[in-house]
């Protein structure tokens, strides 16, 4: 990579290039904590689906594999987004702890 090129790093709902100056704290806490709520969410979506799928195989063996694997596919989504929540989570107790260090201050 040249030295003129920028490194971006993607994620899952933003972009976030490298060399950005760090946000205000009270905005990288409500940025943290709306993403914390949508990966929360995602595991509760994720993890019904995949109890609606084991539901599906029992009472649909004909076509039980392809439920089954519907199942392992949600309850792996489960648990990313249960690690995103996990990571989301410290990230806005970093983001707090900088709001109070920076209000305690002035």
């Not at 976030?16 to 904590?33: G, M, R, T, V």
């Not at 969410?41 to 029992?58: D, I, M, P, R, S």
């Not at 989301?88 to 970093?94: R, S, V, Y």
């Given at each position: 990579?040249?030295?003129?090129?920028?490194k971006?790093?993607?994620?899952?709902?933003?972009r976030?290039k490298?060399d950005e100056?760090?946000?205000?704290?009270e905005?990288?806490?409500?940025?943290h904590?709306?993403l914390?709520?949508?990966?929360?969410?995602?595991?509760?979506a994720?993890?019904a689906?995949a109890?609606?799928?084991?539901?599906?195989?029992?009472?649909?063996?004909?076509?039980a594999?392809?439920?089954?694997?519907?199942?392992?596919?949600?309850?792996?989504?489960a648990?990313?987004a249960?690690?995103f929540?996990?990571?989301e989570h410290?990230?806005?107790?970093e983001?707090?702890?900088r709001?109070k260090?920076?209000?305690?201050?002035?």
């Amino acid at each position: 990579m040249s030295d003129g090129e920028e490194k971006h790093h993607h994620h899952i709902f933003h972009r976030h290039k490298e060399d950005e100056e760090p946000k205000d704290p009270e905005q990288e806490l409500k940025h943290h904590k709306v993403l914390g709520h949508i990966s929360k969410a995602t595991v509760v979506a994720a993890g019904a689906y995949a109890l609606h799928e084991k539901h599906q195989a029992k009472k649909d063996p004909e076509n039980a594999h392809r439920h089954k694997t519907a199942e392992e596919i949600a309850a792996t989504v489960a648990v990313g987004a249960t690690g995103f929540a996990l990571h989301e989570h410290h990230k806005k107790k970093e983001a707090k702890e900088r709001l109070k260090e920076e209000s305690s201050h002035h």
